[in-house]
């Protein structure tokens, strides 16, 4: 097969641009920084959505709508939220022809604007817990993007809440984390995360605390897949979302949001692809058998569309590709670069024999199949390769980390993978050392793998790596 | 039953304003003219969307994402298109903390935008046709806004195809009128829409049709629920959208544009809703049987959470209220605001007598039934008040529309319902006497109630009324 993409090896990023560009899945939009989610894109992020949504939806959450645009005055009332922001905003001054009397902010994150809305709605104890998620776009000024990593324009989710004390507050903040995020990363997406608390210098600005999940990508740097965050009671006071308690006193609530975006895409790509293009996990893929009519001849294409009936039947996602017009080998190249899990190929000559071939994106493996079979087959090749992708990423993510005991060593094991190192021997001066060297804390894990709920926890391990 | 709304006869804007207020669907935005959904109303949305999305889909568009951000420039190279828009324009000046070079206008539509990339994607007749939608929110600024009606921002699909003749896009925009639009609004939403053809005057800025679906509200207004437009080579011309024909000539495309938002959810209310509250049709429902414990009382809550499983395996959607501790008429006021179609109410006195209690949204009848008939029963009556909402919107429809002969009695018959009156009778210079009394032509259809290609055909019959 002739070479489509740059390899990996060669030139990571230039690979990452070259797979979303020849799979079609994005476009730099005109206004610096934004994006185009074409169709083959934006499909993979209909999934993403489904699937977190259901999860969403389980946790409690409601979904809720509130406006993009934001009085600038309220970003002021958390110092540092106001601090962490404001160098991204972008700010509309004119409306409907005149100018604004006060300019508003296009929503960078809706902390505060909800905020304003949970303080009218919530009255007493019995209002709480008040879950709110918003399927929305949000707007950061972005002066090195890159497709889906980091662009001015994004798609997300980010969840609100509001809870009558610190642990209701804490408890739901981990349940998304694990629930939500975890449970959809590691069980559709097949990506390993690793779990941990962010140090205070990586936390969103007015977080109490922030949960992380972080992939390590082909390349062996962290992206951070999402996010949970304790807000303790900033917003709360700043917006004065205040309840009456059951004794009768009025008291502050706790906050949480909780966010994840089309990011997700980017990390798709970069743990999953190969040379040859994306490959999508299964449970994930719109597309998860992709039927070709190799050739036309005799009966092929009912065949074809017999097969596609079985196949949905038997609940598997299905499109069938009779372009038969265009020459086959290019069709191929295209079902890899997209990254559909299993390919059927029918053709007169297989046809005749009883058969169809199945192909395996994962591995490449081609297999015929006799008709009567393929819907097994398929079946049973989906739910191997889902295991596939996650196990390669695991094993890609255990041996590309590395157990140290000083930052000096994390600091050049950072350079290509991960470093495991005793937060003690890093320390906030350590972290600032580290940062100057481009690489970054990107979590605290205790030592049995669960999350500390503050960095002053003894015998704390750091993960550090470079990061996008 | 304690009056809760501003009955409709005594002040129709202000009952709608009730509902929404006390039914928990929506409340104003801090910045002028914005709205928040809230979760009650946001379900409704949410179930509007997956309706819609379904037939889109099956209609062979696919969906993608465009940036909210669009060059000033963008909207300049279609004359109709920028001066129908500017009034109506937000624009961010200022981004990451500088003044623009150029300044960029938050989206009011995206034919530009999508324009722009068509012409990249487009190159020969069998990229043709290119049908394309995305879910999104678009921004014009309102001097008069009014929550789901009139909003600075909103949601909604638009719909941009490219075609290779004029055929292909009448037909695309006429399929989309009728098997996406009219097939929902009718089968789904329950309102009786006319489908017509705008007139000159009414047309969307740019294009070269303009189709629209017309729903009559509770006070005899009209409310456009939709539209679907021809945009001829208009956009092709300003973005430069073509394609080499099979003859290897290079032609301009033609393109289509259709959209519908979250204003169909003011429609729903002022289409459907009574005194007591919303009334939701069961097919568009986000909660189809309201499941209600009366009061506690032995083996009540077990029954009722039985019954849910009951309904929820027959395909209904559920929700149980056993908020015991709430006075059960503050839940019965609220369940009536909110709409859900069935009650089924379930308190230890019924359930002693082996009974639960249907309550009908539509009627307002309560009927007690055995406990083992009350999936059948709750699954009947579903069907059953689907058809009496349409019936009933259909019905007030007829009665309030009258056939006239002259524009002067149509200007008086629009005062209180619709007048339809030959199009010959009224004209572009009538049309405008009508709209200096605030009256318009909704549509215009040929005399079998079908849609015409042009409002020069003879013998048309003109819909006018006053309109949200």
């Known amino acids: 097969m002739a070479r489509v993409l740059t390899p990996r090896a060669e030139d990571f990023p230039r690979w990452y641009q070259d ?42 959450a409601e979904n809720a709508y509130f406006p993009l645009f934001i009085p600038e005055s309220y970003l002021r009332r958390e110092a540092q939220h106001v601090e962490g922001f404001s160098p991204e905003l972008a700010v509309v001054t004119h409306g409907g022809g005149k100018q604004l009397a006060e300019p508003v902010v296009v929503r960078p994150t809706s902390e505060t604007v909800i905020g304003e809305f949970m303080a009218k709605w919530v009255d007493s104890y019995r209002d709480l817990p008040l879950l709110l998620n918003q399927w929305a776009n949000v707007v950061r000024w972005e002066l090195r993007p890159r497709v889906f990593l980091r662009t001015s324009e994004f798609l997300w989710q980010e969840g609100h809440t509001a809870h009558a004390d610190e642990a209701d507050a804490r408890a739901y903040a981990r349940k998304i984390l694990h629930e939500v995020y975890e449970d959809f990363m590691v069980g559709v997406l097949g990506i390993p995360v690793l779990v941990g608390l962010k140090t205070a210098r990586e936390r969103f600005a007015g977080a109490t605390r922030t949960y992380t999940l972080e992939g390590m990508m082909g390349d062996g740097k962290a992206l951070q897949m999402g996010t949970s965050h304790e807000l303790g009671q ?24 909780w966010g994840s975006s089309t990011r997700m895409l980017g990390g798709l790509i970069m743990c999953h692809g190969d040379d040859n293009g994306l490959r999508v996990p299964p449970r994930l893929a719109p597309v998860q058998a992709y039927v070709m009519v190799v050739k036309a001849g005799d009966g092929v294409a009912e065949a074809a569309a017999k097969l596609c009936d079985a196949l949905r039947d038997a609940g598997v996602r299905v499109a069938l590709d009779d372009r038969v017009d265009t020459p086959f080998g290019r069709r191929a190249v295209d079902a ?93 001066e350590g972290e600032a050392e580290a940062n100057a060297k481009a690489v970054t804390v990107r979590c605290l894990r205790r030592a049995d793998g669960s999350v500390p709920d503050s960095e002053d926890e003894p015998e704390l391990t750091a993960i550090l790596a470079r990061s996008y």
């Open 336 to 428: 890899e670069l997209k990254g559909y899990p299993v390919r059927v190929e029918l053709g007169p000559r297989d046809l005749a024999a009883g058969n169809a071939v199945l192909v395996r994106r994962t591995t490449g493996a081609k297999t015929p199949v006799p008709v009567p079979d393929v819907v097994a087959g398929v079946l049973a090749a989906l739910d191997a390769d889902q295991k596939t992708l996650y196990d390669e990423a695991l094993a890609r993510r255990e041996s590309h980390t590395v157990s140290v005991e000083t930052l000096a060593e994390a600091i050049e094991a950072a350079a290509t993978g991960w470093a495991r190192v005793p937060w003690s021997a890093v320390g906030a």
């Open 19 to 60: 797979l979303i560009a020849k799979a079609q899945l994005a476009d730099n939009g005109p206004v610096r920084g934004t994006m185009v989610i074409r169709p083959a894109g934006y499909a993979i992020w209909e999934r993403m959505q489904a699937e977190m949504d259901a999860r969403i939806k389980l946790a409690g």
């Open 234 to 257: 900033n917003f709360a006071r700043a917006f004065d979302i205040t309840y009456t308690s059951a004794e009768r006193s009025v008291e502050h609530a706790w906050t949480t949001s």
